[in-house]
């Protein structure tokens, strides 16, 4: 008996369902786990499949060609779920996914792994906690296919707002490599690639001066107002950060906690531009800068409101550079925490002269921006493509008078 998603019942006019063994052909006998010790003696330049996509590289393959890989233990379900992907050309795949590829006269490997992820395939995993959606489900599995010429340009509709993802996140990977090294490049050489002289974080740039972080500027630490007053959260307009809100980029433009005004007139306020470092928990090292003209942070997080002389994108991006070393005074123990007061002795280099440190902190800003504006790109095609998905894989928009080529 075949499985069919309750929301193609009755199917689009000129549709039809067929079980999944009728569609593509399974290759499963060529799947080999290999554990994380093997994978480690065996590292190349073949992807490693397993569930979700790629976890590992090695130096052998034992597909070739184009196939789909289907959740079959660890994997995601639910509607709308990324419960497939696709594989090309040369891979290895363990046995936590099936390996199916397309009948040519029945569907196409794209527009397969499309209704794949589309359809709720939750309701029939079985297993533990882990959940496993066998072979014999995933055999009886009924695919709702439209006619070939109408998947083919279905399919090429979509792949075609996914190639446009995909090219924004290589924007997002080269631009954030591009960052990565020109860092280590200014921090350690200057702009002049000038000899360099070993201190005791490191090789820094011979005329740059040794400064304690709290020669930055003043140090405020945060505080949170008594969660027994209301009056203190409600009306929650003024942004309350958190080490959460940190790391993704350099300002923090939003928090996911609120208070009042009444609450931020409990507490010490930071400016806009104050750098803030989480100093306790799990997530020392985090840096960010604060967006708004007046936020406030939790007492994990220490700001440097930078004083006259000290650039505060330049201090951001070097203690952002420098965060594994003042990370490293922190005390061990359940709860790490590095004190106001450890931090603020906690030595770094700069250049003495603020024109030089803008014109380091400019390029870096640059390519943050770079970065933010593709994710921004990113995000919005990725709701195109999930509208276009519905409206496609519902037949509430039909495409098979298209006039283009697929």
């Given amino acids: 008996m075949a499985y069919l998603d309750p929301e193609f019942s009755p199917l689009p006019e000129g549709w039809s369902a067929k079980e999944l063994s009728d569609v593509v052909e399974i290759h499963n006998t060529k799947r080999q786990p290999l554990n994380g010790r093997e994978r480690e003696g065996r590292k190349g330049s073949y992807p490693y499949c397993g569930a979700n996509g790629v976890v590992d590289y090695i130096d052998d393959y034992r597909f070739d060609g184009e196939y789909v890989l289907i959740a079959e233990d660890g994997g995601y379900w639910g ?6 992907y696709i594989m090309r ?15 040519p006269t029945e569907t196409t490997n794209t527009f397969f792994s499309n209704i794949v992820n589309y359809l709720n395939i939750d309701p029939f995993i079985g297993g533990d906690a882990r959940g496993k959606l066998t072979k014999a489900i995933l055999t009886q599995l009924a695919i709702p296919l439209p006619p070939l010429p109408e998947q083919k340009k279905i399919a ?60 930055l500027g003043k140090c405020v630490t945060g505080s949170t107002p008594k969660t027994k ?18 790391g993704a980029r350099r300002y923090v433009y939003d928090s996911e906690k609120k208070i009042s005004p009444e609450g931020m007139a409990t507490i010490r306020p930071i400016p806009k531009d104050a750098v803030m470092c989480v100093c306790i928990g799990s997530s020392i090292g985090k840096v960010g800068m604060s967006y708004r003209e007046e936020s406030a942070t939790n007492q994990q997080i220490n700001s440097i409101i930078c004083k006259k002389g000290r650039d505060p994108e330049f201090v951001y991006y070097l203690l952002s550079y420098r965060w594994e070393c003042w990370k490293s005074f922190a005390t061990f123990g ?6 106001k007061g450890r931090f603020t002795s906690i030595k770094v280099a ?47 928009i039909r495409v098979l008078d298209f006039d283009f080529t697929a």
């Fill in 79 to 84: 509607k709308h779920q990324p419960s497939s």
């Fill in 89 to 103: 050309s040369k891979f290895w795949v363990n046995n936590h996914a099936h390996v199916v590829c397309a009948i």
């Fill in 156 to 215: 090429h509709i979509l792949s075609t707002v996914q190639r446009a993802i995909e090219a924004q996140e290589r924007i997002i990977q080269t631009t954030t490599e591009l960052k990565k090294a020109l860092m280590h490049k200014l921090f350690t050489e200057g702009l002049r690639n000038e000899p360099q002289k070993q201190t005791e974080i490191g090789p820094v740039p011979e005329g740059w001066e040794m400064v304690e972080i709290g020669d």
């Fill in 229 to 246: 007053v209301a009056s203190f959260y409600d009306p929650p307009s003024e942004d309350f950060i958190a080490p959460a809100d940190l």
């Fill in 334 to 339: 359940p709860v790490p925490i590095l004190s």
């Fill in 350 to 396: 700069i250049p003495s002269s603020i024109e030089e440190q803008q014109v380091i902190a400019k390029p870096l800003v640059a390519l943050e921006t770079k970065v933010e504006v593709a994710e921004k790109k990113v995000a919005a095609l990725h709701d195109l493509f999930r509208t276009l998905l519905h409206e496609l894989m519902t037949a509430k």
